[in-house]
Each structure stands twice: as structure tokens, then as C-alpha cells.
């Protein structure tokens, strides 16, 4: 006798979706999150408030911000930004939720599989109304100077304002639910006060926690906050998973489950699987896990002005617009609340890539031009008058990651990959910064680790990529781990190809085609058989769907052709 049907490792956006759609379909689930349960009143008031913003729980410090430094061959390293928390992801994200463009659907990796910008199209549908998506209402300051600087790229045609997530009603005032029929929480209109990536604490921004995550718990599912998976090992039927209380580690218990998904996170995932694998529990495992590990070919870099003099740079929603200022390039600028200067302590002078070693580079410039160094030092006010420019690029670039245990456990460590070398740095977003630098009146920026040829994501993807045999991927098109029944990977991992756009729409799009596969509880299972060829299937409903049918957020499955 299992104590779950389905244990979810992470709430994150592929965790969250398939807590809600599997209890609907009437499984006993449970979610097991490492991080903290969060309210509106307790997420952090700026970025430092350590405890509550950053994620180190050896040093008692249990936020919503997870910082890793990922290192291995030259060229390959990247520092990667994640979420933490009850939640994952959405506690820390930007809210921008965009469809990605024909190569992410064309990718090689998995196009031969099926038709999946058609068969993705229901489920981004369903993804863009749960997480309530509308187009930024409100042109700031920081969107004037992003369209002026396209204008002079000559790309102004390309300016957008960005699809968000984020409730715009009366600023700061309470309604009944406006997304799901009277099945959601209580929202409050968006004031445009720019601390979406430091946790809403105005009951605005679309969290898991207000759609996802709320129906799961009312419908039955448990979370269980602090709690960090350790082991997952095959038993009768089903899987034993080993969890311990987050740094508290002596503190252990099992937990078992006829089915798993592994929804951590990109490098939540990846790390307990390679763990899992090099300790002989799970040795089936494909050998292309850690392949095709994507960072979305992305950079953070910025420009700030000297002062806070005229219309502050941080109002408005965490991303408010966006440009393309080639076929493969989205830039787009991003905004911390006011008194969140912490983040700005990893940036410094922007030196270009591409000939000597940049710290070197650096070392001169500083000795040319103290002043500029000192300037950077100054993070008083930073956020009301510097913006951190997000790049992304929609190129075939991979690193592929291992495992390799060392004094302090297993460490993930990374190598080339396929397709182009990994961009250590981006020539069209430096480009991009200097022309916004000189329009404010300021200087551009990258960060520290820029220097050494590590740049920085916040969209770490892949590496459990969707593959017609366990030869070519580490999970079927129905999210299905090769080689162990009852495993399933439904989180950034799986997607599996670089998007250039942010991913959290697709990872949560498809973890609803995913989700929408499965049977109902006790009936018979139509998707073939592990390692049987693809069958497109159509969706099933759920025995008891938690949205009213008539409310924006209602489960709506289409017929589909059966191929």
C-alpha cells in the first residue's frame, strides 16, 4: 500500500499544473517542495532582506531566490537564477509569458515526432487563461528609452509591450476572483511598483500559488513545504522517496508512490537524477541526460543613470516590453521595487568578448578610469535609476552537464555541447545597453562573472529532453522517463530547444499536454505502452474539474484527430 498515487518533486510551474490536473483526474497527491510556504505578508518588502530573499538553508536562509554557479570546461560555465519556495518559479519570476517562434517547434531534436505547434496550440491556450495573461496596459519611462534605442537599431517596428501575468485591476484594490468562477483567492489590482522578482506581497502578480497550486490544495492535493527529496529508489510497484527537512538533514522520513514526477527545476532536476543514476538507484536512466542543457543563449546585462534625478526607471511591472533587434534576438528591459539594490552588486564595467581575457581588460580600464569602478560601487537607489537588460537568442547552443561528487556531495559540471559553442557574451546586447546608456544620460554594465566568461540565465533549460527512444532522449513525448515505468520529468528540463523568449508559458503548456494524457483514476491507460511509437492522442477530461465551465480559467479540452 503506497501513501500517494503521485508524489510531485518541486511546485514550480510543471510541478503545480500536474498537482492540479492528476487530483481532477482523482489521484491522491502529494507535492514535496525544498522551500518555504510564502503569504502575501511575508515575502521579502526588498532584496535585502537575506533571509527571505536569498536561498542558502546552511546559512539559515530560506528565500525565494536560488543563486548556482555552474563551472567545467572553459566556455561552458553559467551562473543560473531560479525560484524557491511554495510555488518555485513564479514566487521570483518576471511574469512575462510569451509563445516561443517556429524554430522552437522545428527544433530537430523532437520535430519528428509530431506536429507540436499544433499540438501544443490548445494547451498554451489553456496555459495563457489559468495564468490569467494580458498585455501590459502602461508605457513607462524605461519602454520610451527601449523604443527610442530600437528606433536607432532600426528595428522600432519590432517594439512590443509584453504579455504578463499579472492582475491590472483598480491599483490596490481587493476583488472577488476574477479568473476562475469563485474556485480562486481574492486579488488585488497591480500597482505598478516593480517588485515582481522580490515576491509580490500586493496580492497582484499571478503566483502559482493563486491559481495552480490554490485549486490543487482545495481539491485534495497536499504540499508539503521544507522538504527536501534525497532519494528516490524503486520498490513493489512503485518508488520510495527519502526526504529530509530542509537544513535539517538528520531529520528523514519515506515517503512511497506508485508514480513520481521530477518537477525541481532545470538544475533541481537534473542534479537529484544524475545523483540517482551515479548511485546505481535509478541506472536505467537514459545516458542522454544532461544533453542538450540549454541557457536560452541568454546575458543580464544593464545601464543606469548617475542619479535618481527626473522619472524613476523602475515603475511599472517587473518586464513591460520587448524588441527583436535581429531574427534570433529578444531584448528585454527589467525592473527591481524600490529599495531592492542587492542585485546590483553583481554588476561592473561592461567589457567586451572576443579578444583578451576580459578580466584583463577590466583591470586596465579601471586604471585608466577609477571613477567608472567607483560608480559601480554606488548602490544607493540603484533600482529607481538602472535597469538590467535581459537577452535571449534563439540559436541551436548547447553545454552538456555530469555529475561528479565531491567533498561537499554531487556537483553538476558541464562540457560542450551540440550545436554552436555557448555564447560567453552577446555583441548585439552590448550594442543594445550602450545606445540605452547614452539615452539616459548613463553607463552600461554586465556582471562580475562577465569577466570570466560566465554569463548569467535566468532560464536554465533542458537536459531532459523529449526524444523518440531513450537513445535520443531522456523522456517520451508524454513525459514518460525511459527506462523506469512510473518516472516522468514535467519541468524546464523537458523543453528541448533554446526558446529566445521566457519559458514558463511553454513549461506550463506543456505540462497540461502532458497532464491531459494520463487517465482518470482506475481507468484503463490509452497511451502505448513505454518505447512504443508516438500515437497522438485526444485529451481527457477529469471526473472533476475545479473550475466552473463558464469562468475564464475552465479546463477546455478540444476534439482532436487521432493520427
Not at 522545428?106 to 494547451?123: C, F, Y
Not at 548585439?428 to 554586465?446: D, I, P, Q
Request: a positive charge.
Amino acid at each position: 500500500m503506497f501513501n500517494y498515487d503521485v508524489l510531485v518533486i518541486g511546485s514550480g510551474f510543471g510541478g503545480s499544473v500536474s498537482a492540479l490536473r492528476l487530483t481532477e483526474k482523482g489521484y491522491k497527491v502529494a507535492v514535496l517542495e525544498a522551500g518555504r510556504r510564502f503569504d502575501d505578508s511575508t515575502l521579502p518588502a526588498t532584496s535585502w532582506r537575506a533571509r527571505d530573499f536569498l536561498w542558502a538553508p546552511a546559512l539559515g536562509l530560506k528565500g525565494i531566490q536560488r543563486i548556482h554557479v555552474l563551472r567545467g570546461q572553459k566556455g561552458t560555465g553559467v551562473m543560473v537564477l531560479a525560484g524557491a519556495g511554495v510555488g518555485g518559479g513564479s514566487l521570483v519570476y518576471a511574469n512575462t509569458l510569451y509563445e516561443p517562434l517556429d524554430p522552437f517547434f522545428s527544433d530537430a531534436q523532437w520535430a519528428g515526432i509530431t506536429d507540436w505547434k499544433a499540438e501544443l496550440a490548445p494547451s498554451y491556450d489553456q496555459a495563457r487563461r489559468m495564468l490569467g495573461v494580458m498585455v501590459n496596459p502602461t508605457v513607462t519611462r524605461a519602454d520610451e528609452v527601449v523604443r527610442k534605442v530600437a528606433d536607432q537599431m532600426g528595428v522600432g517596428g519590432t517594439f512590443h509591450l509584453a504579455p504578463v501575468g499579472v492582475f491590472f485591476g483598480e491599483p490596490g484594490v481587493e476583488v472577488d476572483d476574477p479568473y476562475f468562477g469563485g474556485a480562486g483567492p481574492r486579488r488585488r489590482g497591480c500597482v505598478e511598483c516593480g517588485e515582481c522578482m522580490t515576491g509580490c506581497r500586493h496580492g497582484a502578480k499571478n503566483t502559482l500559488v493563486k491559481n495552480y497550486l490554490h485549486l490543487a490544495e482545495k481539491a485534495g492535493a497536499t504540499v508539503h513545504p521544507e522538504t527536501t527529496v534525497t532519494s528516490v529508489r524503486p520498490v513493489d510497484g512503485g518508488y520510495e522517496v527519502e526526504v529530509s527537512r530542509t537544513g535539517a538533514p538528520w531529520r528523514r522520513r519515506t515517503l512511497t508512490a506508485e508514480q513520481v514526477i521530477f518537477a525541481a527545476g532545470t538544475y533541481g532536476t537534473q542534479r537529484l537524477l544524475h545523483r540517482l543514476k551515479s548511485d546505481g538507484l535509478l541506472p536505467r536512466l537514459s545516458d542522454r541526460l544532461g544533453a542538450l542543457t540549454r541557457t536560452n543563449s541568454e546575458a543580464l546585462l544593464g545601464f543606469e543613470r548617475p542619479s535618481v534625478e527626473g522619472e524613476k526607471l523602475n515603475r511599472g511591472v517587473a518586464i513591460t516590453s520587448s524588441i527583436h533587434p535581429d531574427a534570433h534576438t529578444h531584448i528585454e528591459p527589467v525592473r527591481y521595487g524600490d529599495g531592492s539594490n542587492a542585485m546590483g552588486m553583481l554588476r561592473t564595467l561592461l567589457i567586451d568578448g572576443g579578444g583578451p581575457p576580459r578580466w584583463r581588460v577590466f583591470l586596465a580600464e579601471a586604471a585608466r578610469r577609477p571613477h567608472r569602478v567607483l560608480r559601480m560601487f554606488n548602490h544607493r537607489r540603484w533600482s529607481e535609476r538602472g535597469l538590467i537588460a535581459l537577452v535571449m537568442q534563439a540559436k541551436d547552443n548547447s553545454i552538456t552537464l555530469s555529475a561528479r561528487k565531491g567533498v561537499f556531495g554531487w556537483r553538476l559540471r558541464s562540457r560542450r555541447g551540440h550545436g554552436e559553442p555557448n555564447p560567453t557574451w552577446l555583441p548585439v546586447g552590448h550594442e543594445f545597453v550602450r545606445h540605452a546608456a547614452e539615452e539616459v544620460g548613463g553607463m552600461a554594465g554586465g556582471s562580475w562573472l562577465d569577466l570570466f566568461d560566465i554569463p548569467a540565465t535566468a532560464h536554465f533549460l533542458g537536459g531532459c529532453a523529449i526524444g523518440a527512444d531513450r537513445d535520443s532522449g531522456v523522456i517520451d513525448a508524454y513525459h514518460r522517463v525511459y527506462g523506469h515505468k512510473g518516472l516522468h520529468v514535467v519541468d524546464g528540463s523537458a523543453v528541448s530547444a533554446n526558446l529566445g523568449v521566457n519559458p514558463s508559458l511553454t513549461i506550463t503548456a506543456q505540462a497540461e499536454r502532458a497532464m491531459s494524457l494520463w487517465p482518470n483514476k482506475g481507468e484503463a491507460d490509452p497511451r502505448p505502452a513505454p518505447g512504443s511509437p508516438y500515437v497522438r492522442l485526444p485529451p481527457i477530461a477529469p471526473r472533476n474539474p475545479a473550475v466552473p465551465a463558464a469562468a475564464p480559467g475552465a479546463l477546455r479540452l478540444p476534439i482532436v484527430g487521432i493520427t
